[in-house]
């Protein structure tokens, strides 16, 4: 499926989002290492199966996942979605790799008047100088999320 506007149903919208993201970044999937961090029925199994439809090489990290920091460095792709604050850090990331973060958590912070911040699976700052394009956290998946709501909105009224 190259075009989510035409298929004759929904796909999930936040694994959808990760992939348009891609496609709108101008990222060819096709023959590159992707990784997956995060085996849950609701983003991490869908986007590995939307990848690998893509002719991405797929591999899902999980808690049992043997040396997680290899794995995550030989990536051309990154999509955490683990729900765990900056796990992967940024040292772990392949120079020029792609990372999705799907993640959002709170964590203590008493500079900021909520006391807490929000963060995503992957250490931005110290990521953000090894990847080619990374999303934000807040402001990265989450909209794109609702956008994707809309458009199965949207495709469900066409369809009926």
């Known amino acids: 499926w190259d075009d989510f506007t035409t298929i004759p149903f929904h796909i ?6 990760c992939i348009e993201l891609l496609d709108r970044s101008g990222v060819t999937l096709g023959g590159k290492n992707a990784v997956v961090v ?3 029925n609701l983003v991490g199994l869908p986007v590995a199966m939307l990848l690998m ?5 797929v591999t899902i990290v999980h808690s049992k996942t043997v040396d997680v ?3 995550v460095g030989r990536a051309d792709i ?3 979605a683990v729900g765990r604050a900056e796990m992967i850090k940024g040292s ?11 993640g959002i958590n709170s964590v203590d912070d008493a500079t900021k008047k909520r006391g807490y911040r929000l963060v995503g699976d992957v250490e931005y700052d110290a990521a953000k100088e090894r990847a080619g394009m990374i ?4 402001g990265g998946v989450g909209p794109m999320t609702i956008a994707m709501l809309l458009r199965n909105t949207l495709n469900s009224c066409k369809r009926s």
Not at 53 to 57: D, E, F, I, L, M
């Open 12 to 17: 999930a919208c936040t694994p959808q989002g």
């Open 38 to 40: 995060g085996r849950s």
């Open 53 to 57: 439809h893509r002719n991405a090489t």
């Open 69 to 71: 920091p290899g794995v």
């Open 78 to 80: 990154v999509v955490a």
């Open 92 to 102: 772990w990331i392949k120079e020029g790799a792609v990372v999705i973060d799907v």
């Open 135 to 138: 999303t934000p956290v807040p």
